[in-house]
């Protein structure tokens, strides 16, 4: 499922589509006064307005089978039914056609900013206005995302089996006491006659501590192993606003995002939003200790989606998720593309 669209491009496809139908009818009603009727002004305004809601059955005919009209074709936008991303029909979308044309009547703006007004107060996060509830329908953003053409890992995106724990870095680790080594075997010889040397004690009690030492710090190696570093592939993040770095730690994107108390936070990236669609901490992401990249959202109020080939696939909050090379991540309206360096 494609993310919902952000409300000023749906604007710029309402103002497209209204400046084109509007164009055509004026030019029609006018057309009509100066050749038919010169003295007879309500028939271009009579005109003026069967034109209009002729188009306007053109385009819901056009939104009810395909989801677009011009300015949504223009834009990247499409109208889907909630439920399953197909077209919502003839009949709702007559419905809401009718509801944006009410909306738009000469009423200073009112009308439609109302309808923006209760999308942008969504409680679904969907941005749905009263009008796209007619249908049940919402809109989408289809645009392909930079980089869809690359090769990539065709399989379905995986949800790694982990805490967000595994987000956080490994704890420090604690001295541990190497064991006690044991003393190496003195060797002793049987009874022998007096003529057989005793071994040198000097000699024995060197070689004791030298034994020791050996296990001591063959102990200390495996213990320093036990607990591996974030080695392996590095991963660099590229942020539409042209920011890019190398992933070192945990880092937290938002509008003015801020650690919790005692998180070790290593990057921290404040982002700007134009439609106030960014939560103030919205997400966070890190090489987990297997090398993988894995991002969460942290109950953000419009959510983050994973773009994949295309596909994108919303993140459940609290949950983290293994990104591959080349995906796209997209808090709100901005959006993160990942790169494996090797």
Not at 189 to 206: E, F, G, N, Q, Y
Request: charged letters at 20%; zero cysteines; hydrophobic letters at 45%.
């Amino acid at each position: 499922m494609f993310p919902p669209a952000e409300l000023d491009r749906r604007f710029s496809a309402f103002a497209l589509d209204r400046a084109l139908s509007w164009g055509i009818a004026a030019v029609a009603g006018y057309a009509v006064w100066r050749l038919a009727a010169p003295d007879r002004f309500w028939v271009a305004v009579a005109t003026f307005a069967g034109v209009a809601l002729l188009l306007g059955l053109v385009t819901a005919i056009l939104l009810g089978t395909t989801g677009l009209t011009p300015g949504k074709a223009a834009v990247g936008l499409r109208v889907v039914r909630r439920t399953d991303g197909r077209p919502v029909g003839f009949l709702p979308a007559l419905g809401r056609t009718l509801a944006l044309g009410l909306g738009g009547l000469p009423t200073l703006g009112l009308g439609v900013a109302t309808l923006a007004w209760t999308a942008a107060m969504d409680p679904q996060r969907r941005r749905r206005g009263l009008h796209d509830r007619i249908g049940d329908a919402v809109v989408v953003d289809v645009r392909p995302t930079p980089g869809d053409t690359a090769e990539a890992d065709d399989r379905p995106q995986q949800v790694v089996n982990l805490t967000a724990m595994r987000l956080l870095p490994a704890p420090a680790e604690q001295p541990v006491a190497a064991p006690a080594p044991t003393p190496a075997p003195i060797p002793t010889s049987p009874p022998t006659p007096t003529a057989v040397p005793l071994p040198d004690p000097a000699t024995t009690s060197a070689r004791v501590p030298a034994s020791a030492a050996a296990r001591q710090a063959s102990a200390s190696t495996q213990v320093r192993g036990a607990t591996p570093g974030p080695a392996g592939p590095r991963w660099r993040v590229e942020f539409d606003t042209g920011e890019s770095f190398v992933v070192e730690g945990l880092a937290i994107v938002g509008r003015r995002p801020e650690a919790r108390a005692g998180e070790p936070v290593r990057h921290v990236v404040p982002l700007r939003s134009s439609d106030m669609s960014l939560s103030k901490t919205h997400a966070q992401f890190q090489v987990a200790p297997d090398g993988a990249l894995v991002v969460m959202d942290r109950g953000s109020t419009n959510g983050s989606y994973v773009v994949r080939k295309g596909l994108s696939k919303a993140l459940t909050p609290g949950r983290p998720s293994t990104l591959l090379d080349g995906d796209a991540v997209r808090f709100g309206d901005r959006t993160m593309r990942v790169a494996r360096e090797p």
